[in-house]
C-alpha cells in the first residue's frame, strides 16, 4: 500500500516558525515531526511514500531526499502555486498514487496510533474510505463523526475527531481536478452514501497546530 504524508499546509499559526521552515520539517526531540511518521511507517512494511508540499516545499526533497535512508521510497507532489487544501492536494498527486487504495497521513501529527493495523486492510464492499477517530482534543472539543457499527455518521453522540489518518480508495476523487478543494464534502458525501467506516484509537495523539503543542511535545519526547 502507497501511503501520502500531506505537507503542504502554510503553517499561518506557528509562525515565525514556519516562516522559514515548513511544519512538518520543524523539530521535536531529536527529530523532525515527519520524520516520527517516516519511521513509524517504515517500521511496519509501509516504505513506499509520497509527499505532498508547497510552501518552502525545496526543503523536503533537499532534507529528505529519495527515502533511501529512512529505508523508504519517497516520491514528491509539488503543487507549485499550494493552496490546493486537502482534497485538492491528494487528487493532484493521484498519478503518483495508483489504482488501488492508498494511506493518508497528515504530515502535522504526532502519535503512536500502530499503522501495522493498517497496513494490509482491505476496504469493506461499497467503501469508499476508512477513517482512524480519535477524542475530541482541548482546541476541537465537538468533534468531526460519530460511529455505529463500524460506519461513520455526522450526527449522533459522542463524536470524535478525525485524526488524519486514513485509508482512501480513488474511486472516492473520481471527476475531480486538481484544484482547492477542502476534504470535508468529500467526506460527507462517502458519510451519507454509507460508505465510510471508521475505527476509534485511544492512544496518544496530537495536532502539532501551535508552537505550545510542539514545545509541549518536545518536553515530552526528553523526557
Known amino acids: ?29 531529536d527529530k523532525r515531526l515527519i520524520e516520527y511518521t517516516i519511521d513509524a511507517l517504515v517500521q511496519v512494511g509501509l516504505r513506499d511514500l509520497v509527499i505532498n508540499h508547497a510552501h518552502l516545499g525545496e526543503q523536503f526533497p533537499a532534507l529528505l ?54 497496513a494490509n486492510k482491505t476496504l469493506e464492499q ?12 482541548e482546541h476541537h472539543p465537538n468533534g468531526d463523526f460519530a460511529i455505529t457499527s463500524g460506519l461513520l455518521s455526522e450526527g449522533g453522540d459522542p463524536k470524535y475527531t478525525y485524526s488524519g489518518i486514513g485509508i482512501y480508495d480513488p474511486s472516492l476523487f473520481n471527476g475531480l481536478s486538481a484544484q482547492t478543494m ?13 460508505q465510510a467506516s471508521g475505527e476509534v484509537f485511544t492512544g496518544q495523539w496530537s495536532d502539532i497546530g501551535t508552537v505550545e503543542r510542539l514545545n509541549t511535545l518536545s518536553e515530552q519526547l526528553n523526557c
Open 65 to 118: 531526499g529519495d527515502g533511501k535512508r529512512y529505508g523508504a521510497t519517497i516520491q514528491y507532489s509539488n503543487e507549485h502555486e499550494g493552496r490546493l487544501e486537502t482534497a485538492g492536494g491528494i487528487v493532484n498527486a493521484l498519478p503518483l498514487l495508483g489504482d488501488s487504495p492508498f494511506l493518508v497521513v497528515n504530515g502535522d501529527i504526532w502519535t503512536d496510533y500502530p499503522f501495522e493495523q493498517l
Open 182 to 194: 477542502p476534504l470535508k464534502p468529500i467526506l460527507m458525501k462517502a458519510i451519507h452514501a454509507q
Open 1 to 29: 500500500m502507497k501511503t501520502i504524508i500531506l505537507a503542504a499546509g502554510r503553517g499561518e499559526r506557528m509562525q515565525p516558525l514556519t516562516d522559514t521552515t515548513p511544519k512538518p520539517l520543524l523539530k521535536a526531540g
Open 126 to 137: 461499497h467503501t469508499q474510505c476508512h477513517l482512524v477517530l480519535v477524542k475530541n482534543p
